[in-house]
């Protein structure tokens, strides 16, 4: 079949990401003897740069990883906590129903920094001058910005002008906002930088004692006394009113990023391995479980899904999706065991019928009843808008972003496999720290202001994120990374990247250009919490007589247009003969794989 690119193979090393330049620096590290950890750190820090309408320094970065010196995945959780000042009181005596999606309210402890240091000091070979300094390189020298920068900057350029005049400053130089294709520079970005790669450099000692004196600088120096600071001031966010942050200087001291066992479940000859119920990663092994007892249904024809794999695919992923909403959380005591068991999952596919369903149905594990929010409860609000269908970003003028972020893969010569998720900090996220030259994130979106859920806002937990990077083993043996951008649709996009590789067997490339799809059918993690019961947005190739079959079981079919949906990029090892492979999404044209 006709795919954009082909399928790289190869022996030495293998990147993918969302952005060309990210995915050549970590191709230059792997070129220059690092390993994989080194190279996923590079490309990491340039995505902040080049991307920077999708993730920035002030963000978060969920990690899943093999080590060939290890006998299981891990997950290293980079995702920063809410801060002690984050409570439900506060929050809901300025007269709040929900977590705002910009300004400075919705910021959780920055993560990507620590995160990033962290797997570079445990993992890594390399200094952190070596991989940090492609990024710098960027951000002093210039970048190519892209078409979706410009148009994010012009959406929020009344917003900036009107009462985020750090972010005017920064990225509407000489009042404009600047073209795409330009050369975009951002000094202050890179002498934040250096001065961290000065703090620790001056420490002296080995590398790893240089990389934590950067740490340190980062949590308990410059960096958080900025930020503490800056947070005290008043600020716009998308309630339409003026607020103060509740982050401090001593919440960023107290955090630091953590490893945990990743999530598995196994499926035939395969184990697919995901971040805990503080993402929602577990919801695309719920979906695997559920499609389980309709695997003699799902099928590809010249690439292609067919109508009853999409019809299918999509009523687990409401069912999976529901029991996000009532069971998903930091709260320590989310039911997976139960969740991901084939014995709940024949229970739960029995609501699976011919006919598309519009209601939200968490289910009941351990006879528990389901949780949820009361602004889920009084029932579904549509949005105004389906902007958010192609997977980019949707930037009102106060700054709400529906989701989107970047991604990264990386496979080395040695086995040593990487899928992360960077996100957050995004530039229409909240005013930019003038002496830092970045804002700070918005997930604490994500959390619920109700008392006693899962998710409930709580000093010192982690939202549930939608990031959800992926790894998967064949045999027990680490084979495959892969992940995509876009919010709550991530793990329904690489449900179908799955079926199309596992039920389809095409190869990475034609499985990333097999035609996607996803439902919007359950309440969004991002502020204003919306939905819409039965819609379903396919790109049209996968063709009239299936998007007509659909709409006949009753989905709300939305032609998203032909290649519109996804940012999925993958690497892979074959254990039998050492072959390492790559593909990238060409949607969107900025997507890459490099290799050799």
């Given at each position: 079949m006709f795919t954009t690119r082909p399928e790289?193979?190869?022996?030495?090393?293998?990147?993918?990401?969302?952005?060309?330049?990210?995915?050549?620096?970590?191709?230059?590290?792997?070129?220059?003897?690092?390993?994989?950890?080194?190279?996923?750190?590079?490309?990491?820090?340039?995505?902040?740069?080049?991307?920077?309408?999708?993730?920035?320094?002030?963000?978060?970065?969920?990690?899943?990883?093999?080590?060939?010196?290890?006998?299981?995945?891990?997950?290293?959780?980079?995702?920063?906590?809410?801060?002690?000042?984050?409570?439900i009181d506060h929050y809901t005596g300025l007269g709040l129903e929900l977590v705002p999606g910009s300004g400075l309210l919705a910021a959780t402890v920055p993560g990507a920094w620590d995160g990033w240091l962290t797997l570079l000091r445990d993992y890594g070979t390399k200094s952190l001058r070596e991989v940090l300094g492609y990024a710098i390189g960027y951000a002093r020298d210039g970048f190519p910005l892209l078409e979706r920068v410009s148009f994010t900057i012009s959406r929020v350029s009344d917003l900036f002008r009107d009462h985020w005049p750090t972010s005017a400053a920064q990225w509407m130089p000489g009042g404009h906002v600047p073209e795409a294709g330009t050369r975009f520079r951002n000094p202050k970005l890179a002498e934040t930088w250096e001065w961290l790669l000065a703090a620790g450099e001056a420490a002296g000692g080995d590398r790893d004692a240089q990389i934590e004196a950067a740490r340190r600088a980062w949590s308990q120096g410059f960096v958080a006394a900025q930020v503490d600071d800056f947070c005290r001031s008043e600020f716009r966010d998308d309630s339409g009113r003026d607020h103060a942050g509740v982050l401090t200087g001593a919440d960023m001291a107290g955090w630091e990023a953590t490893y945990e066992d990743a999530v598995t479940a196994d499926f035939g000859d395969w184990t697919v391995a995901k971040c805990g119920a503080w993402s929602q990663g577990p919801v695309l092994l719920q979906q695997l479980r559920l499609l389980e007892g309709f695997s003699d249904r799902l099928s590809y024809v010249d690439g292609k899904p067919t109508a009853e794999t999409i019809h299918l695919a999509v009523e687990c992923a409401k069912l999976a999706f529901a029991d996000r909403e009532a069971w998903y959380g930091d709260s320590g005591d989310v039911p997976l065991d139960v969740l991901l068991s084939r014995e709940y999952?024949?229970?739960r596919r029995k609501l699976v019928d011919e006919n598309a369903s519009l209601d939200l149905r968490p289910g009941s594990p351990r006879d528990l009843t389901p949780r949820l929010a009361e602004h889920i409860r009084r029932g579904p609000s549509t949005p105004t808008d389906l902007g958010g269908a192609i997977g980019e970003p949707t930037v009102e003028r106060a700054g709400t972003t529906?989701?989107?972020?970047?991604?990264?893969?990386?496979?080395?010569?040695?086995?040593?496999?990487?899928?992360?998720?960077?996100?957050?900090?995004?530039?229409?996220?909240?005013?930019?720290?003038?002496?830092?030259?970045?804002?700070?994130?918005?997930?604490?979106?994500?959390?619920?202001?109700?008392?006693?859920?899962?998710?409930?806002?709580?000093?010192?937990?982690?939202?549930?994120?939608?990031?959800?990077?992926?790894l998967a083993l064949r045999d027990g043996l680490p084979a495959l990374a892969f992940g995509t951008p876009g919010g709550d649709q991530q793990d329904q996009w690489q449900l179908g990247f799955w079926l199309a590789h596992t039920t389809g067997g095409l190869n990475l490339q034609a499985s990333i250009d097999a035609p996607l799809w996803h439902s919007n059918a359950f309440p969004s993690s991002f502020f204003p919490r919306t939905w819409t019961p039965g819609e379903l947005v396919v790109e049209s190739r996968i063709g009239a007589a299936a998007m007509a079959e659909l709409s006949d079981r009753g989905h709300t079919v939305v032609d998203a247009?032909?290649?519109?949906?996804?940012?999925?990029?993958?690497?892979?090892?074959?254990?039998?003969?050492?072959l390492l492979r790559a593909a990238a999404n060409p949607r969107g044209a900025q997507g890459y794989a490099v290799g050799r």
């Open positions: 790289l193979v190869g022996t030495h090393g293998m990147v993918a990401s969302t952005h060309w330049l990210a995915s050549s620096a970590g191709m230059a590290v792997l070129e220059a003897g690092g390993n994989a950890f080194d190279a996923a750190v590079a490309a990491g820090f340039v995505l902040q740069v080049v991307e920077p309408h999708l993730n920035g320094p002030g963000g978060e970065v969920p990690i899943v990883f093999s080590s060939v010196n290890e006998s299981a995945p891990r997950v290293l959780c980079g995702q920063g906590v809410a801060p002690a000042g984050a409570t999952a024949d229970v529906k989701g989107d972020t970047v991604h990264v893969d990386v496979v080395d010569r040695w086995g040593n496999l990487v899928s992360a998720t960077p996100s957050g900090g995004w530039l229409q996220s909240s005013p930019v720290i003038p002496s830092l030259g970045f804002c700070l994130g918005s997930r604490a979106q994500m959390f619920w202001l109700d008392e006693g859920l899962p998710n409930s806002l709580t000093p010192g937990r982690r939202p549930r994120t939608t990031l959800t990077p992926s247009g032909d290649w519109t949906l996804g940012r999925m990029s993958a690497v892979a090892r074959d254990s039998r003969d050492g």
